[in-house]
């Protein structure tokens, strides 16, 4: 099949697919005789397990990493495995500091109501304030 049918059949695009290629996620294809990348049933299995990782938000490194360990014949399941247990830490982490910071926020928002709205200096208003967070 050719490089728009694969973009069709797996949701990736295109240019996806060249770049793909271009950093060894997908290997090579087989060339027509005019030319034109031909691809097959691997191909479509290799990129939706490309896609459902980015999906995931998994890092094109660690990708290539758990596919290299398919290539060299070697089950990739427990580097996934850890990979996406990792991944859960990292958004539970960034979870927790968006909450703290959402907190904050609102603090300052309503520590920021109870000052004037037409200090022109910013000395004695919410503009102070933020300023002097940087300072924390």
């Known amino acids: 099949m050719k490089i728009l049918e694969l973009s ?5 695009s295109a240019k996806a697919i060249r770049y793909y290629e271009q950093i060894g996620i997908l290997p090579p294809p087989l060339r027509a005789v005019n030319g034109y990348r031909q691809y097959s049933q691997p191909d479509i299995e ?6 459902g990782a980015r999906r995931l938000d998994l890092p094109l490194d660690e990708i290539r990493e758990i596919l290299a360990l398919r290539d060299r014949q070697e089950a990739p ?3 996934l495995l850890d990979r996406l247990a990792q991944k859960a830490d990292e958004i539970a982490e960034r979870i927790a500091s968006l909450q703290s910071l959402e907190s904050e926020l609102q603090e300052l928002y309503a520590l920021g109501l109870t000052f004037p709205t037409d200090d022109v200096d910013g000395k004695n208003c919410i503009c102070h304030l933020v300023s002097e967070h940087t300072k924390e």
Do not use: E, F, P, Y
């Not at 290799?46 to 896609?51: G, S, T």
């Open 8 to 12: 069709q059949k797996t949701g990736i």
């Open 46 to 51: 290799r990129l939706q397990l490309v896609a």
């Open 77 to 79: 399941c427990r580097a």
